[in-house]
Every structure is written in C-alpha cells, then in structure tokens.
C-alpha cells in the first residue's frame, strides 16, 4: 500500500485525470465520426439531385440546339423563298420545342427549389435504426398529397424489417421513384 493518503490521493487524480482525457478523445473521436457520416450522407443526397437534374437539363440543351438550328433554317428559307405553309409548320415546330425547353427548365428550377427546401440540419442526416414498413407508410402518406387521388400506392413489406441507416435519404430515394412512375408511367391517365 501507499504510505500515507495524500500519495493515495495523488496517484487517484492522475488516474482521474487519464480517464477524462481518454473520455475526451473518445467524445472527439465519435464527433468526427458523425460529421464523417453526415457528409457521406449529404454526399449521397447531391448525387441523387445532380442525376435527377441530368435529364431535364439534358433535354433543355438538345431542345435549345433544336431551336437554334431550326430558327436558323427558317431564316435562311426567309431569304430564299418560302411557302407560307412552310413557315406555319416551322414556327409550330419552334413552339413545339419552346415549351418542352420551358417545361424542362421549370423542372429543374422545382428540383433545385425542392433541394433548397431541404432544410440540412445535423437531425435528419442522422444515422438511426428504423422499421422499413412504418416509413415506407409515411412516404406513401406523403405521396399521396402530392399525387392527389388519380393514382394509387400499394405496398406489401413485412412489418418486422429493421434497417440502419439514413431515413430521410431513403424517403427522398422512393419519393423519387414515385414522382418518375407519376411523371413517366401514367402521365395523363389514372
């Protein structure tokens, strides 16, 4: 043993003193990890915006491209002659191409507005242990106040299904595939 308390009492601090310094490390040490997995997460969030931004621009560029070459041949016929019918035909075809230019852009704007919206706060890139049947009824709650009564979700995942992982990235992953199936599958039919 020690011979008198106050080495005792010494050798406690010390011993204190190491375990809240390692305490603090270890506290350190999961703080990065969590800003680690929060910016993976964010990371994954703007690919999936910059993939979901790829076709509507995409087709703005080939559109615009459309509308200059064909503005351009228009003026050419101008000096060259051209049949009134054939100048009614290509100003419906530049209006034709216009709006396609003007929907696609306006997609991307809501895309890049919905993007904004998402508030990114440290909560919801959290990563969490959740039931992946009570969130996909939560998304198809969601949905259907976006979609409006036109269509229907169904949906058959057993209910004892527990994952670990980013919620909020899977709600946006299968709003996103119902937004396409609306948008793509049953435009203008229920």
């Not at 005792?8 to 305490?23: I, P, S, W, Y």
């Not at 939560?138 to 004892?160: L, V, Y």
């Amino acid at each position: 043993g020690f011979g008198d308390g106050g080495a005792r009492e010494r050798v406690l601090n010390a011993t204190v003193g190491q375990l809240q310094r390692a305490m603090d490390e270890l506290q350190r040490t999961q703080e990065h990890l969590a800003r680690s997995q929060r910016l993976a997460a964010l990371g994954i969030m703007v690919d999936g915006i910059a993939h979901e931004l790829n076709t509507p621009l995409g087709v703005a560029l080939t559109t615009a491209s459309l509308i200059n070459t064909n503005a351009f041949k228009i003026t050419q016929q101008i000096e060259t002659g051209i049949k009134r019918s054939e100048l009614t035909q290509g100003l419906h075809e530049l209006q034709d191409a216009a709006t396609l230019l003007e929907r696609n852009l306006h997609r991307a704007a809501g895309l890049i507005d919905n993007f904004k919206d998402m508030t990114i706060d440290t909560k919801r890139l959290e990563r969490s242990i959740f039931l992946l049947d009570a969130l996909v009824v939560d998304i198809c709650a969601q949905a259907r106040q976006i979609m409006g009564e036109e269509q229907t979700i169904t949906h058959d995942i057993p209910p004892d299904i527990v994952l670990d992982g980013y919620p909020v990235l899977l709600t946006q992953v299968v709003l996103h595939l119902i937004d396409n199936a609306v948008r793509h599958g049953f435009e203008g039919r229920a």
